[in-house]
């Protein structure tokens, strides 16, 4: 481009870009020059920010020109924005910038032609070269600052623009979350009218659309935390371009006095100065504009990835939600397909069930015609019970009679025995004597609870005769069959007793069960009393057995079985019985050494010193009904299976070993288990 003569030129103060390198000089070559996007303008500029019409350049007269804004953001005169519309003259070396961006900025040029240089050059006087030097610096100064103004500018609207978006991505979700639940809420009220399998598929459907929100919030959530660390990087690049503008002003604020001294120093070398000033800000100039093009490029290429990623993001949920609610209608109709083929399934069984009852109805009309004849038969039948309910009756009278002579000779001998105890044992005779109190109440209590079971029998027999023609044999079985169940039954095996024994504490229990239940324990399986003693109740075992005679054929038959079983049982216990006693026989030497060991300590007999042993009472001594026997003392002595000593009191008291054995006081014989010898003076050798 030439320059005409009479014209001014705009030259750009910065460098442009290879693309723009053209549009580094624009001549104006007319009294009216345009400038923008549009191919009709006199100087095309092909950039984003440019309007199609920016601006227009008018010669006003022959000396003067003005500059007409026409662009949608304004140029800036000098640093300070024109309207659009607005006009305003141009000086020479007035400073134009196009766009926002600053990418053009040109200086205005023009000198007229009868402009005439002085043939010599007038000497400045020294204070005006400073101003005008001063001047320069400071309006470079203002550039700077307005530069870095206008980095802080950008930061703040990307900022902003940030927060926006992060409000929008939650409006989003907020929008989608509502959308969601009333698309739930209107299938869950479709399906509200149906029965148990329409629930079931509501709380499908529910459980289906908290998984999604789920899914979706916790999406939303990772994107806004996402904007929140991008929003956390601005304000830190923000909080460096703050400090890097006041170390920048320190700079230059720095510089401006080391000039200002240079320039004191140096009053002959004032032209040299100016061109070496001018070099300094062009190349401030340069810097700074690179410095502004590289943030530009990088603050457009972040939001421009940011862009893409939450387009995809968007594009993704608008998907997965299209796919959701392909699935959702698909099942909505399976579930509704499903529906109406159990309705119509409901309906056939309905007709099928109206179906029977009538034939139902039918065959109870034959049945009642049946009955007539069956009352006939009936009849027979209650004089045959009849004379059974006789026979009961006797042969319950005679088991009152033996229950009661047995009574008898249980507190005759009771008695006797009470009367042996305390002439033994005065000290201990008001605990024998009420003992043997509690026991002869036992027993007059189980002889009543026998005399109520036996009225509440014969009230149940008679209850054909007052019931009329209703009652029938199988009632009667059934009812005694259950009285026996409830109050015949043993706690630990559940089945009726057998071979009933009785404990100190009144309970009552299958032998072999009560046996098996202290192995391990030595108290009452129900109220875990001690168990002090025990005997077999042949009045029960008599009442159930002529009982169960009286039953059904199938109780008949699964109590001889339990019977079977129950003897096989016993034989096998009682085998592991003899051989447990044969390991652990005491030999007729120790029982007499241990006698002699009593003679020599100065006890009368041989319980006294084993009570003095045990800090207690001897087992079967005042301690109980039924007296030791050798078995049990063998066990004692051998250290035996959780034997209770003293009535249960002492489990791990020592045992006395032979005499002239050594022990030690402390340890266990690794023999028998027990404390208070070692094996070599074990009374188990």
């Known amino acids: 481009m030439e320059n005409n003569p009479g014209f001014p030129v705009l030259r750009s103060v910065k460098v442009l870009k290879p693309e723009f390198q053209d549009l580094k000089k624009i001549p104006i070559t007319s009294d009216t020059f345009s400038l923008g996007r549009g191919l009709k303008n006199s100087v095309v500029i092909p950039f984003i920010s440019i309007s199609r019409s920016h601006c227009i350049f008018q010669k006003v007269n022959d000396k003067e020109w003005a500059v007409q804004d026409n662009s949608t953001f304004g140029i800036q005169i000098n640093g300070q924005t024109l309207g659009k519309g607005q006009e305003r003259k141009l000086g020479n070396g007035d400073l134009i910038t196009l766009e926002q961006t600053g990418e053009f900025i040109y200086t205005f040029l023009y000198e ?6 002085p043939r010599k050059r007038q000497k400045m006087e020294r204070d005006e070269i400073l101003d005008d030097v001063k001047m320069k610096f400071r309006e470079s100064q203002n550039s700077q600052r307005k530069y870095v103004e206008e980095k802080l500018q950008n930061a703040k609207q990307i900022h902003t623009k940030s927060v926006v978006l992060k409000h929008q991505l939650q409006t989003d979700m907020n929008r989608k979350i509502n959308h969601l639940q009333s698309e739930f809420a209107l299938q869950i009220e479709n399906l509200k009218g149906e029965k148990l399998e329409v629930e079931r598929q509501k709380l499908i459907l529910e459980e ?7 899914s979706v919030k916790q999406e939303m959530e ?3 935390c996402e904007l929140m660390d991008q929003i956390q990087k601005q304000k830190t690049t923000e ?42 800000l062009r190349e401030q100039e340069e810097a700074r504009v690179k410095e502004k093009e590289e943030f530009l490029a990088l603050v457009k290429q972040q939001t421009d990835a940011i862009r893409l990623l939450k387009e995809q993001e968007l594009k993704d949920l608008e998907e997965k939600k299209r796919i959701r609610e392909q699935e959702m209608l698909e099942e909505l109709n399976a579930t509704k397909k499903n529906l109406e083929n159990k309705i119509h399934q409901t309906e056939q069984e309905k007709q099928k069930a109206e179906q029977l009852l009538q034939e139902q109805m039918e065959h109870m009309k034959m049945i009642s015609n049946q009955d007539k004849n069956k009352m006939e038969e009936l009849m027979k039948e209650r004089e045959e019970i009849q004379n059974k309910l006789n026979e009961a009756q006797s042969n319950a009278e005679k088991s009152l009679v033996e229950l009661q002579i047995r009574v008898r000779d249980r507190e005759t001998e009771l008695a006797t025995l009470a009367a042996e105890r305390i002439h033994k044992q005065a000290e201990h005779s008001s605990a024998v004597i009420s003992t043997l109190q509690q026991q002869l109440e036992t027993v007059q209590n189980r002889l009543h609870k026998v005399e109520s079971e036996k009225n509440t029998i014969l009230e149940n027999l008679c209850a054909p005769e007052q019931a009329g023609e209703g009652s029938s044999k199988e009632m009667v079985i059934t009812q005694v069959g259950d009285l026996m169940e409830s109050e015949l039954q043993c706690v630990i095996c559940a089945e009726l007793f057998i071979t009933a024994t009785t404990l100190g504490c009144s309970h009552t229990f299958c032998k072999y069960c009560i046996t098996k239940w202290k192995r391990k324990k030595r108290d009452c399986p129900i109220c875990r009393a001690p168990i002090s003693s025990q005997c077999r109740s042949l009045v029960l075992d008599s009442f159930i057995e002529k009982m169960v005679q009286n039953l059904s054929e199938a109780t008949k038959i699964r109590r001889k079985e339990i019977l079977q ?4 049982l016993v ?6 019985t003899n051989a447990r006693a044969n390991c652990r026989r005491i030999s007729a030497i120790s029982r007499s050494a241990l006698h002699q060991a009593a003679q020599e300590q100065g006890f009368a007999t041989f319980e006294e010193y084993f009570a003095y042993q045990y800090g207690g009472d001897f087992p079967g001594f005042d301690s109980g009904f039924d007296v030791v026997t050798d078995a049990e003392l063998d066990d004692i002595i051998a250290g035996g299976e959780g034997y209770n000593i003293g009535g249960g009191r002492r489990r791990d008291l020592p045992v006395p070993g032979l005499p ?3 022990y030690g006081g402390y340890g266990r014989c690794f023999r028998c288990g027990a404390r208070g010898h070692w094996a070599p003076g074990c009374p188990a050798l």
């Open 112 to 117: 007229p032609e009868d402009f005439e240089l």
């Open 208 to 214: 289906e659309r908290d998984l999604q929100l789920a």
């Open 222 to 224: 990772q994107q806004i």
């Open 239 to 280: 909080d460096e371009l703050i400090k890097e503008n006041n170390l920048l002003l320190k700079k230059l604020d720095k510089e401006r006095e080391e000039f200002l001294e240079e320039l004191n120093r140096e009053n002959t070398s004032k032209q040299g100065m100016l061109d070496k000033l001018e070099e300094k």
């Open 565 to 568: 079983s129950r003897q096989e």
């Open 571 to 576: 034989a096998e216990l009682a085998q592991k």
């Open 660 to 662: 002239d054995s050594y």
